[in-house]
C-alpha cells in the first residue's frame, strides 16, 4: 500500500507499515478463501478433519506465514511506541477451516512538531527505528524509513540554523553591552579628570 504524500495529507499524517505479501495471489491455493474482516485465528465447525498431503502442506505454510506477518507487525509497535496506531490483518481460510494472518499494516504518525526541531529530530529516529525494526523490512517499511531519514536531515539544518542565528544575537548583545560599558568608563574617566585637576589648582593656590 502507497504512503501518504505530505501535500494531500492532514496535518496528523499517518503512514502505513505493510508487510507485503510473500507470494502473490496466482501462488496461493485456490481452494483458499480470502477473508479480511477477522482479527483472530479460529476453527470452523462442520468441516472435515481428515487432510491430504497437499492440504496439510498448505496449512504449514500458512501457519508460517502467520507468525511471520503477526511477528513482523509486532515489531513495528514495539519500537514506534505510541507513535503507531493498532495492527490489522488480512486473513485466509485454510483448508482446515483456520483463518491465517497473511497481511498486516500498522500505522505511525510521521508529522514533524511545529516549531520544535529537537522533538522533531527525535522523533524522526523514532518513526526510522520503528520502519526498520522487523527483520526483514518490506519495501514500503524502508520508504518510511527514508521519508523519516529526511525529515531527521531537515530537523538539523534547523537546529543548526536556530544555533548560528542565536550566536549571532548573542554577539549583538555582546557587543552593546561593551559600548555600553565603554561609555560608562568614559564619562567616569572624564568626571575623574575635572576632580584631579581641581586639585591640582587647589595645591597651586
Known amino acids: 500500500m502507497a504512503i501518504n504524500s505530505v501535500g494531500n495529507s492532514p496535518p496528523l499524517l499517518f503512514s502505513l507499515l505493510n508487510r507485503e505479501h510473500a507470494r502473490s495471489a496466482e501462488q496461493l491455493p485456490v481452494n483458499l478463501k480470502q477473508k479480511s474482516d477477522e482479527t483472530q485465528t479460529e476453527d470452523r465447525p462442520g468441516l472435515r478433519q481428515e487432510l491430504s498431503r497437499e492440504e496439510q502442506q498448505q496449512v504449514k505454510e500458512l501457519a ?14 514495539a519500537a ?4 503507531t496506531g493498532p495492527a490489522r490483518f488480512s486473513y485466509t481460510t485454510g483448508p482446515d477451516g483456520k483463518r491465517y494472518a497473511t497481511g498486516g499494516e500498522v500505522s505511525i504518525d510521521t508529522s ?11 522523533k ?26 529526511q525529515m531527521a536531515a531537515d530537523a538539523r539544518m534547523e537546529i ?36 584631579k585637576t581641581g586639585n591640582v589648582l587647589d595645591e597651586m593656590i
Open 64 to 77: 508460517a506465514r502467520d507468525r511471520e506477518v503477526k511477528t513482523h507487525e509486532a515489531a513495528h509497535k
Open 80 to 83: 514506534g511506541g505510541s507513535l
Open 112 to 122: 514533524a512538531v511545529p516549531g520544535d526541531p529537537q522533538a522533531t529530530l527525535i
Open 124 to 149: 524522526a529516529n523514532r518513526i526510522r527505528a520503528a520502519a526498520v525494526a522487523p527483520v526483514e523490512p518490506s519495501g514500503q517499511d524502508r520508504r518510511v524509513a527514508a521519508q523519516a531519514s
Open 160 to 195: 543548526t540554523k536556530q544555533k548560528r542565528e542565536g550566536n549571532a544575537d548573542n554577539k549583538a548583545a555582546a557587543e552593546s553591552y561593551r559600548i555600553s560599558r565603554q561609555l560608562l568608563y568614559d564619562n567616569s574617566g572624564s568626571i575623574s579628570g575635572s576632580s
